[in-house]
Nanobody, 124 residues
């Protein structure tokens, strides 16, 4: 059974950067694409971006394009979310899950094996 563990969250000032990690255990990372999602208080979970296990293509939500980047290290079975120019509206619990992009997007319903999440707070 694949399990994911997210880490790297914390408190950061607006304009700052964080790198989140999503470590996989229990299965070969190469079999799974990965998605990053977030959920702010009182809001629905939304897609941030995802990376394909077939060709490493990446897709991002419009709200994070140009600021966030997804990368993967197969040797470490880990996928990263590099977040730059953070804004207060990026504050949320961030989750990773297994799945692949569909039609150029990262539909939440196509991802599973969710991690427990890591809190990101952007505040001065």
């Amino acid at each position: 059974q694949v399990q994911f563990v997210e880490s790297g969250g914390g408190l950061v000032q607006p304009g700052g950067s964080l790198r989140l990690s999503c470590a996989a255990s229990g299965f070969n990372l190469g079999y799974y694409g990965r998605g990053w999602f977030r959920q702010a208080p009182g809001k629905e979970r939304e897609g941030v971006g995802c990376i394909s296990n077939i060709d490493d293509s990446t897709y991002y939500a419009d709200s994070v394009k140009g600021r966030f980047t997804i990368s993967r290290d197969n040797a470490k079975h880990t996928v990263y979310l590099h977040m730059n120019s953070l804004k207060p509206e990026d504050t949320a619990v961030y989750y990773c899950a297994a799945g692949n992009p569909i039609d150029g997007g990262c539909p939440l319903s196509s991802f599973g094996a969710w991690g427990q999440g890591t809190q990101v707070t952007v505040s001065s």
